[in-house]
């Protein structure tokens, strides 16, 4: 992505804080369309493989990339994952089932005590006290009788 080349280049954030300002980067590239969460711009033309393993690769090292916010972005593009595979609009390979199912498990572990939303205005929809962990089992499980259906 071309923001990256520039970032590097103007030096415009400290050294410590690029990891988080990469990681919306490419959230960001690849979660909003038209303001709409979607897989990124390369699912809109089929590859929801490739989409779905940018946005897997950008939390990666999930201690230290993984928040509150960066989940908020990511978990809707999954959800919109989910929507297409239970429409079964989207052809899925087994490899990249597996990817799926082996982020959810990381996350799982990463995110136990990572709350899932903030709490205040606007967080009635989720549990109190629910965490990013809990979010990816039912993720998993979600994704587990998805694969069984197709």
């Known amino acids: ?65 993984l928040s509150t916010d960066t989940w908020f972005y990511a978990k809707r593009c999954f959800l919109s994952l989910a929507e297409g595979l239970a429409k079964q609009m989207i052809p899925f390979k087994e490899s990249s089932w597996d990817e799926v199912m082996q982020f959810m498990q990381d996350v799982e572990k990463a995110g136990k005590s990572i709350p899932a939303a903030f709490t205040g205005a606007g967080s009635a929809s989720v549990k109190e006290g629910q965490t990013v962990g809990q979010e990816a089992r039912l993720f998993r499980g979600m994704f587990t009788k998805l694969r069984q259906l197709s």
């Open 1 to 65: 992505c071309a923001v990256y080349a520039s970032q590097l280049s103007t030096g415009w954030c400290l050294w410590r804080h690029r990891w988080a300002a990469f990681c919306f980067v490419s959230l960001a590239c690849g979660a909003m369309v038209n303001h709409t969460p979607t897989p990124c711009l390369y699912c809109l033309q089929g590859n929801y493989e490739f989409g779905i393993s940018r946005i897997m690769k950008s939390l990666e090292p999930y201690q230290t990339k």
